[in-house]
Structure formats: C-alpha cells, structure tokens
C-alpha cells in the first residue's frame, strides 16, 4: 500500500470502493501548519468516467487498483470507438475517444510502445511511450540558414498536434516529440 505522497500520474488507485485513474496531482504546502504536504489528485473513474478531485495528507496510505498494461497498436477508428491490437495476442481493445481525447494527439497508425490499460478485463486508457513520431503537416517555411538560431515557430503535426519547431524545420519532416513536456526532441531517423 503506498502512500499518497508515492502516486504518480497514470496510477490505478481504488477509492470508495471505484477504480480511478489519477489524471492530475497538484502538490502543496499550507503554510503555518505542524503538518505535511496536500496533494490534490483529479482522478477519473475507469468505468463510467465521472471525475472526482480529492486531497489527501501525503501519509495517507491508498491502495493501488487491479490493472494490466497490455502492448497495443491503433488498428482502426469505428466511429467514437478507437479500436487497438494487442501485439502478442491480437486482441482488439475498443476504447471511447472521450476517455482518451488528450493521447489521440500523439497517435497515429505507426505509434510504438502504446499500454492499453486494462482494468478487471476492460480496456479504460492508453499509457504513451515516452516519445513519440510524427509528421509535421503544417508549418511555416524553413529559412535558410536558421539552424543556428534558437528561434521557433508553430508546426502542426498530422494528428492535430501543435508544438513549437526550430526554425530549419519544415512540413513533410518527421520529429521526435517528447510525450510528457510536449517538446520538440529532434528530427526522426
């Protein structure tokens, strides 16, 4: 059993008697208090994904939930239902394109080391890689000779995705984004 100040983000944690997903935790410090830190976690139930914000004192003990990560591929899209492919198994997994509307954007059909997250035998999210590739659609043009300024521009990448690009970058260029700080890493291979 961790303690709350131990939940990272992406956790599967059981509370009152639902599993949740902790989508966000906003730790802070009350001042003039013999006590220690909050931490504020907004989690979302896996099955009918209700949101609940709650705060928790950093040794409260929680329990994590039941959950599989499966190795998954974006197989095709059915409507609001994305369906992946498990790539040991082939299972397909169908998940609701609300529930994972802020990962679709680092999505498309060549993304590697996607985690379908599987709770009590139903698929609830997606856990990305740490960085993934993606093709830049639109941008402004490169500028000659710009690739030793540190300068940026805006550059919308295929599935929907804007993050800012060095200047030297153009469209059509295949980028390495990073998935957690949504940064530009540098050109694929």
Do not use: C, W
């Not at 990272?8 to 599993?19: D, L, P, S, T």
């Not at 009590?120 to 500028?143: A, C, K, Y």
């Not at 030297?168 to 291979?189: C, L, P, W, Y």
């Amino acid at each position: 059993m961790p303690k709350a100040s131990e939940i990272k983000k992406h956790a599967a944690i059981e509370y009152n008697g639902r599993v949740m997903i902790v989508r966000d935790i906003e730790r802070s410090v009350p001042q003039g208090r013999a006590g220690g830190s909050l931490y504020r976690m907004r989690m979302y139930d896996v099955v009918n994904g209700g949101k609940v914000d709650e705060t928790f004192k950093a040794e409260e003990m929680l329990n994590f939930a039941d959950l599989n990560r499966r190795p998954a591929v974006l197989s095709y899209v059915d409507g609001d239902e994305y369906v992946f492919m498990d790539e040991e198994d082939y299972t397909p997994y169908n998940i609701n394109k609300e529930s994972i509307a802020e990962q679709l954007l680092y999505i498309d059909e060549n993304t590697k080391g996607l985690l379908v997250v599987v709770v009590e035998g139903s698929p609830v999210s997606i856990d990305l890689p740490s960085s993934v590739e993606l093709v830049i659609e639109d941008t402004s043009p490169s500028i000659k000779g710009a690739s030793a300024s540190a300068r940026t521009k805006p550059a919308t990448m295929t599935t929907g995705l804007t993050i800012q690009v060095p200047e030297h970058i153009s469209a059509g260029d295949k980028v390495k984004i990073n998935t957690t700080e949504q940064k530009f890493m540098g050109r694929a291979d």
